[in-house]
T-cell receptor, first 112, second 114 residues
Framework: GEQVEQLPSILRVQEGSSASINCSYEDSASNYFPWYKQEPGENPKLIIDIRSNMERKQIQELIVLLDKKAKRFSLHITDTQPGDSAMYFCAASAGSNAKLTFGKGTKLSVKS | NSKVIQTPRYLVKGQGQKAKMRCIPEKGHPVVFWYQQNKNNEFKFLINFQNQEVLQQIDMTEKRFSAECPSNSPCSLEIQSSEAGDSALYLC????????????FGEGSKLTVL
């Protein structure tokens, strides 16, 4: 089955700087790549996603890049704020109603 | 606030006891997923449904869990005989289907097996 690797596991940045999280996948059939933010004691929330027909997507300070040839995708948070501190998970799936395979998560800490 | 409603938020069971969790998917979402998130925050897919039918499940679910999504009733996931290793957060997610792939999670049921 699909495997998703996510790095780094821990990321500490200064407020106002950028944060980048990288993921790779194995199954070339994967075509949907969401990112989830999970704060302590809360449910994972979908923050941005990208499909295989795109290479880049931006929603406000969130940018997702997808390199299908290399089977890599990444999340970039520009101008980080303390409220961005949380666990971030990447995931991949292939096709309609298919399960998501998650990475192991990145704990982002933004210091003011 | 999540539109996927999970109950109970917390449950504590002894080893060998049954543990049942329920989920009401977001209105209009025909696809429901159950995941287990362990203390290391790792996600394990358990089972998914489209309407009342099972789409996919892992061996553990088939052997040790009972799950259903009846029409006009909450979906449920029940561990038949709880083990210490089952202690985790059980997350239900629903999807609008139509090949969107998007999953929206409930707040989870945190199971502790003593």
């Amino acid at each position: 089955g699909e495997q998703v690797e996510q790095l780094p596991s821990i990321l500490r940045v200064q407020e106002g700087s950028s944060a980048s999280i990288n993921c790779s996948y194995e199954d070339s059939a994967s075509n949907y790549f969401p990112w989830y933010k999970q704060e302590p004691g809360e449910n994972p929330k979908l923050i941005i996603d990208i499909r295989s027909n795109m290479e880049r997507k931006q929603i406000q300070e969130l940018i997702v890049l997808l390199d299908k040839k290399a089977k890599r995708f990444s999340l970039h948070i520009t101008d980080t704020q303390p409220g961005d501190s949380a666990m971030y998970f990447c995931a991949a799936s292939a096709g309609s109603n298919a399960k998501l395979t998650f990475g192991k998560g990145t704990k982002l800490s933004v210091k003011s | 606030n999540s539109k996927v409603i999970q109950t109970p938020r917390y449950l504590v069971k002894g080893q060998g006891q049954k543990a049942k969790m329920r989920c009401i998917p977001e209105k209009g979402h025909p696809v429901v997923f159950w995941y287990q998130q362990n203390k290391n925050n790792e996600f394990k897919f358990l089972i998914n449904f489209q309407n009342q039918e099972v789409l996919q499940q892992i061996d553990m679910t088939e052997k040790r869990f009972s799950a259903e999504c009846p029409s006009n009733s909450p979906c449920s996931l029940e561990i038949q005989s709880s083990e210490a290793g089952d202690s985790a957060l059980y997350l239900c997610a629903s999807s609008p289907g139509h090949n969107t792939g998007q999953l929206y999670f409930g707040e989870g049921s945190k199971l502790t097996v003593l």
